[in-house]
């Protein structure tokens, strides 16, 4: 009754006041993080695959500067097969979803293609050696084509960096 005309005493006005301050102070708080954790979620995807690029740019460019077609032939090759070594080790985590592993799956097809381009076999002519630069920089728009196209989650993106600098 007191409250309704306005006469609350001094110490209880201060509870309240302190019971809503913290209610809005939470209020902002959750919003705070919520909008930090989609930004995070959005940043992890972007440098997920800058990172996934960088991995095949490096390998174009190490092809570049070798001069030996064999050597050209084996840093494609191994790079290939880190790539899908780290695949087949993300696939079978279970934190990997249904859907990510369908994506995975369609990761692991392109590269087992350039393999077997690199390669000639699987039905494939082999790459000639004067060809390796142009297949290293064919190699790398694929991987970015892919990128835009598959989809794989931050989680599963990150597992598959780890695990490539760990291969490496």
Same mark, same amino acid.
């Given at each position: 009754?007191?409250?309704?005309?306005?006469?609350?005493?001094p110490?209880?006005?201060?509870?309240?006041?302190?019971?809503?301050?913290?209610?809005?102070?939470?209020?902002?708080?959750a919003?705070?993080?919520?909008?930090?954790?989609?930004?995070?979620? %959005?940043?992890? +995807?972007?440098? /997920? &695959?800058?990172n996934?690029? !960088?991995? @095949?740019?490096?390998?174009?460019?190490?092809?570049?500067?070798?001069?030996?077609?064999?050597?050209?032939?084996?840093?494609?090759?191994?790079?290939?097969?880190?790539?899908?070594?780290?695949?087949?080790?993300?696939?079978?985590?279970?934190?990997?979803?249904?859907?990510?592993?369908?994506?995975?799956?369609?990761?692991?097809?392109?590269?087992?293609?350039?393999?077997?381009?690199?390669?000639?076999?699987?039905? %494939?002519?082999? +790459?000639?050696? /004067? &060809?390796?630069?142009?297949? !290293?920089? @064919?190699?790398?728009?694929?991987?970015?084509?892919?990128?835009?196209?598959?989809?794989?989650?931050?989680?599963?993106?990150l597992?598959?960096?780890?695990?490539?600098?760990?291969?490496?």
């Amino acid at each position: 009754m007191l409250r309704s005309r306005g006469l609350i005493d001094p110490v209880s006005r201060r509870a309240l006041h302190h019971e809503r301050g913290a209610a809005d102070m939470l209020k902002r708080t959750a919003l705070l993080a919520t909008v930090m954790m989609c930004v995070l979620v %959005y940043a992890g +995807v972007a440098v /997920g &695959q800058d990172n996934l690029q !960088s991995y @095949f740019n490096d390998t174009a460019c190490k092809v570049k500067a070798t001069a030996d077609p064999s050597q050209k032939r084996a840093i494609l090759g191994e790079r290939l097969e880190n790539m899908l070594k780290a695949l087949n080790r993300v696939e079978s985590s279970p934190l990997v979803s249904d859907e990510d592993r369908a994506g995975i799956d369609r990761y692991k097809a392109i590269l087992q293609e350039r393999q077997n381009e690199l390669a000639g076999t699987g039905g %494939y002519d082999r +790459v000639p050696d /004067g &060809q390796l630069n142009a297949f !290293s920089d @064919f190699v790398v728009q694929d991987m970015e084509q892919a990128g835009r196209t598959i989809t794989i989650s931050v989680v599963v993106l990150l597992l598959i960096i780890i695990i490539v600098i760990l291969l490496l």
